[in-house]
């Protein structure tokens, strides 16, 4: 079964450092998302994206971040200057397209990014 | 905006008996409904879910939901617990705020389950 893979596994950084999270989405699939998870907390919405533009974002997602799709298969998230309350889980997924109305997110295995 | 909560922060059962984990959600129209399942050091896996018709979900590994709007619940179950469903448990809720088939998720807290021997 097709999967959404992200790298890499966990990602250290020093404060104010620039981390940039892969994904590959599953082939076919049109919507991708970053979601992440503080350690103890919910796993929170970050952005959606679709048609090569942000569709949605929280008000997590500040200036900070930003989210690309440089090619034909990749996906990335990256954070300009890491601060400590950026370390977190941070996963990755996606979900065919319109024809797929009820479909679902498919999620990665995540990055965990430590920010020191 | 939606809001899911998940009543129990951590369950613990003997392998063998069954389960039920609890999720009510808030959400103003129709909701889709998810329970995905995190084991240590793993991603999100998809459990199973709802997005209309038949109430009563069935999903992976023995596990099904069954939807309640009355009670604005969506509660997992499984008749016999296996040492091996030992993980996290998230129930979510997809809404969107635009309409057509993009959404986002709300995620509750999430219960762990220990499991017995």
């Known amino acids: 079964e097709p999967e959404v893979t992200q790298t890499p596994s966990h990602q250290v950084t020093q404060m104010g450092q620039e981390v940039i999270l892969r994904c590959v989405p599953i082939s076919n699939h049109l919507y991708f998302y970053w979601y992440r998870q503080i350690l103890g907390q919910k796993v929170e919405f970050l952005v959606s994206f679709y048609n090569n533009e942000i569709s949605e974002k929280s008000e997590i997602f500040d200036d900070q971040f930003s989210v690309e799709r440089p090619d034909g298969s990749n996906f990335t998230l990256k954070i300009r200057s890491t601060k400590l309350e950026d370390s977190a889980m941070y996963f990755c997924a996606s979900k065919r397209g319109e024809s797929s109305y009820n479909s679902p997110l498919h999620f990665g295995n995540g990055t965990r990014l430590t920010v020191t | 905006a939606q809001s899911v909560t998940q009543p129990d922060i951590h369950i613990t059962v003997s392998e063998g008996a069954s389960l039920e984990l609890r999720c009510n959600y808030s959400?103003?129209?129709?909701?889709?409904l998810f329970w995905y399942v995190q084991s240590p050091g793993q991603g999100l896996q998809l459990l199973l879910k709802?997005?209309?018709?038949?109430?009563l979900v069935q999903g992976i590994k023995g596990f099904e939901a069954e939807f309640k709007r009355s009670q604005s619940s969506f509660n997992l179950r499984k008749p016999s617990v296996h040492w091996s469903d030992a993980a996290e448990y998230f129930c979510?809720?997809?809404?969107?705020?635009?309409?057509?088939?993009?959404?986002?998720?709300?995620f509750g807290k999430g219960t762990l389950l220990t499991v017995n021997p």
């Open positions: 979510a809720v997809g809404a969107s705020d635009s309409g057509g088939s993009n959404y986002k998720l709300t």
């Open positions: 959400y103003g129209a129709t909701p889709y």
């Open positions: 709802y997005f209309s018709g038949d109430t």
